[in-house]
């Protein structure tokens, strides 16, 4: 095992972080490493704002259910897709490009664009020594996180990242098995499988959150998965990926 996959398979979350901030060098140092990423077609769909501010963090921590570690961190990162600077190049090069834009093509683009960035900065900031977690919490209130990052229409928050210095290490949460992940030449639909596999990765979970919380948890993944999807959250989404201009059509 090289010293990437090393790094990639021993990936964890990490919610609790020594006060030390990131230097601006680890900064530009994980940001560019998340503009190494590819992009389709070149177009570089996404953005990434920086959040130093104090007050900012705390607002943003608020959001997402008063998490600690949004305020508490080395430094937070917001990951946007972004088609403001296409917008301008409409300008620029006078031409309509609006249909493209208002497309759901280039939304799924722009929401991929800055997932794949994401996922090179969060292994960079890893291969530093040092820790993060994604902040889906953020789309709990994206009206109020425009307001506090002043973000403009063709722009849209998709999630935050806490990034620092450990002051905790987890075990690593199991993943899902193999085969339900990959698939060979067509997806495999066969349910009794399906389930012998949940039944088992079921009981695998179930022992890590015992283990991890000294028997206060026992749930199952399948469990877990039912009671969160039973209750709809962020509904208003469609409306406001709309009125950022997204995916009109």
């Known amino acids: 095992m090289n010293s990437v996959i090393e790094t990639i398979m021993n990936h964890r979350s990490i919610r609790k972080f020594e006060k030390k901030v990131l230097t601006d060098e680890q900064i530009r140092m994980i940001v560019e490493s998340a503009q190494a990423a590819s992009t389709s077609s070149f177009i570089q769909a996404y953005s990434i704002i920086g959040v130093k501010d104090p007050d900012k963090k705390?607002?943003?921590?608020?959001?997402?259910?008063n998490q600690a570690y949004v305020a508490e961190n080395g430094h937070?990162?917001?990951f946007c897709g972004d088609l403001y600077r296409h917008q301008v190049i409409s300008n620029l090069e006078e031409k309509d490009l609006s249909t493209s834009l208002e497309s759901t093509e280039k939304f799924m683009v722009a929401t991929i664009d800055a997932a794949l960035a994401a996922q090179n900065a969060v292994l960079a900031a890893e291969s530093l020594g040092l820790g993060a977690c994604y902040i889906g919490g953020l789309r709990n209130n994206l009206d109020e996180v425009c307001e506090i990052l002043n973000i403009p229409e063709f722009v849209i928050p998709l999630f935050g990242i806490a990034v620092g210095y450990p002051a905790q290490m987890p075990d690593k949460k199991p993943r899902l098995?193999?085969?339900?992940?990959?698939?060979?030449?067509?997806?495999?639909?066969?349910?009794a499988l399906f389930k012998q596999g949940l039944d088992t990765y079921n009981q695998t979970i179930s022992d890590y959150y015992t283990k991890r919380t000294n028997g206060k948890r026992s749930d199952?993944?399948?469990?877990?998965?039912a009671n969160m999807l039973e209750k709809p959250k962020r509904m208003y989404m469609k409306d406001f990926v709309k009125k950022q201009g997204f995916n009109q059509q």
């Open 76 to 78: 937070f990162f917001v």
């Open 177 to 191: 098995p193999f085969e339900h992940i990959y698939h060979e030449d067509e997806y495999q639909q066969d349910e």
């Open 58 to 65: 705390q607002k943003l921590a608020a959001i997402v259910g």
């Open 220 to 225: 199952t993944w399948t469990g877990q998965m």
